[in-house]
């Protein structure tokens, strides 16, 4: 009786999987393509999580750096592409998101993207890269630090949102920074 229920458990169990991985899609099973990469970045009501990119597998991201790079593609493309990559904490990833974040002449939402994604993806670890974008020439920018660190938290985080209060010019900037330090 004993031996019937677990092969009964374990025929169930091998049911289940195969019917998954059939009924997985082909992108999961060959691996993303630039164009399936695209139209996950190109929705609408329905955004990709983190979750979802590191479903899809680490192939999508050399697909995601390459559709930043393009000048072709539609800017939301581009600029979701950089915060897809937080999904995938790894070194050069995170070289990545700071030579978007520096990049001469950068659009102020290309930078605040990469300050955010660099908080997602490697919390406490980016503290000092965030917290440096505290002083950006931009107001986006430096709200998207604030907002940055008060998710990742910790000593820290808290220190440097508080030395960027005590010298932050605009009203709106100063109060983005307080709430952060709640």
Known sequence: MHRAASLSALLGLAVAL??????????????????????LLSGIEDVPTDADWRRVGDR?????????????????????????TAAFPVPAVRT?????ARAPE???????????????????????????????EEPVVREAAARALARVGGDDARRALRERLRVEPLDYVRETLTRALR
């Open 18 to 39: 195969a019917s998954s991985l059939v009924a997985a899609p082909a992108e999961a099973q060959a691996g993303p393509t630039r164009a399936s990469v695209r139209q």
């Open 96 to 100: 990545f998101l700071r030579a978007v």
């Open 106 to 136: 950068q659009s102020d939402l290309f930078v605040a993207e990469a300050v955010e994604a660099l908080a997602r993806g490697f919390g406490a670890a980016a503290v000092p890269d965030v917290a440096a974008f505290l002083g950006h």
């Open 60 to 84: 999508a991201l050399p697909l995601l750096i390459e559709l930043y790079n393009d000048p072709r593609e539609a800017p939301y493309v581009r600029l979701r592409a950089v915060g897809a």
